[in-house]
């Protein structure tokens, strides 16, 4: 099975940036998704990593390092309706497994 | 990306009563479906994963005679909550891909089950 890591809780200003990091053990890694979820609805896709290095899409940039088990999602010019819960996924042996995800409030 | 539509969006029913979750890929043919619960403030948890034409295969701790999954066509899976009870109200999600080793899933938009 996976076993995948990350904080609980960030707080950060509007404006800001903030990493969210993700570390995970998995057998058959084939690929590590970051997604967004608000309360109540279901996830929406941010990003998808495959090879190590740096994916990067607006304000949200993801990097993957697959020797260290480790990932982190980078938001940019923080703004209110960033704050949610930050879902690190990873695919292991074909199944796609959820850490328990980084709730970020942004305050003004 | 592609859509997936999950329905209905809350339910509220009766303990002892049965209540069933539709999942459709409206925009491309799923091979294989998952199903999520995710209870307040925790991740989601793969309940199972449903293959059209086959059985679905249970993840351990799940009662596959309580979660009913039937994958009967390409772009139709369903999720059915038997003789459900207060604990079982939680959020369930689907998701589709178009076949084993396809990397990215499309989710629908849950379901918040209530059961009084």
């Known amino acids: 099975g996976q076993n995948i890591d990350q904080p609980t809780e960030m707080t950060a200003t509007e404006g800001a940036i903030v990493q969210i990091n993700c570390t995970y053990q998995?057998?058959?890694?084939?690929?590590l998704f970051w997604y967004q979820q608000h309360a109540g609805e279901a996830p929406t896709f941010l990003s998808y990593?495959?090879?190590?290095g740096l994916e990067e899409k607006g304000r949200f940039s993801s990097f993957l390092s697959r020797s260290k088990g480790y990932s982190y999602l980078l938001l940019k010019e923080l703004q209110m309706k960033d704050s949610a819960s930050y879902l690190c996924?990873?695919?292991?042996?074909?199944?796609?497994?959820f850490g328990a995800g980084t709730t970020v409030t942004v305050r003004a | 990306g592609a859509v997936v539509s999950q329905h209905p969006s809350r339910v509220i029913c009766k303990s002892g009563t049965s209540v069933k979750i539709e999942c459709r890929s409206l925009?491309?043919?799923?091979?294989?479906m998952f199903w999520y619960r995710q209870f307040p403030k925790q991740s989601l948890m793969l309940m199972a994963t449903?293959?059209?034409?086959?059985?679905?295969?249970?993840e351990q701790g799940v009662e596959k005679d309580k979660f009913l999954i039937n994958h009967a066509s390409l772009t139709l899976s369903t999720l059915t909550v038997t003789s459900a009870h207060p604990e079982d109200s939680s959020f369930y999600i689907c998701?589709?891909?178009?076949?084993?080793?396809?990397?990215?899933?499309?989710f629908g938009q849950g379901t918040r089950l209530t059961v009084v």
């Open positions: 998701s589709a891909s178009l076949g084993v080793g396809d990397t990215e899933a499309f």
């Open positions: 998995t057998s058959g890694f084939n690929g």
């Open positions: 990593n495959v090879l190590d």
């Open positions: 996924a990873v695919i292991g042996d074909y199944k796609l497994s």
């Open positions: 925009d491309f043919q799923a091979t294989t």
């Open positions: 449903s293959n059209e034409g086959s059985k679905a295969t249970y």
